[in-house]
C-alpha cells in the first residue's frame, strides 16, 4: 500500500512559500488500519452513488422505495 497523507501541520502563519519546506512542521499519515477502513468508506459511497444513480435513472427515489417497503 502506498502512504495517503491524513493530515499536514503548518507553523505559526500556516501556509508560506517563503519559508523552508513552504512552512510544513509535521505530514501525518493513515495507518495501515485507518486506510483500510478509509477505502471501505470510498467504495461504500461509491456503490451508494450507483444506486442512485440507477434509481434515477427510473425516476424513482429513495423515499419511493421506502414508501414501497422495499
Known amino acids: 500500500m ?3 497523507i491524513k493530515e499536514v ?7 508560506d512559500d ?3 519546506d513552504k512552512n510544513v512542521i509535521e505530514i501525518v499519515y493513515y495507518t495501515k ?7 471501505a468508506k470510498e467504495v461504500k459511497a461509491q456503490a451508494k452513488a450507483a444506486a442512485q444513480a440507477k434509481l ?15
Do not use: F, R
Open 18 to 20: 517563503s519559508k523552508p
Open 56 to 70: 434515477a435513472a427510473l425516476g424513482l427515489t429513495v423515499a419511493d422505495l421506502e414508501a414501497l417497503g422495499l
Open 9 to 15: 501541520v503548518y507553523g505559526i502563519g500556516g501556509y
Open 33 to 39: 488500519d485507518e486506510l483500510v477502513e478509509v477505502e
Open 2 to 4: 502506498t502512504k495517503k
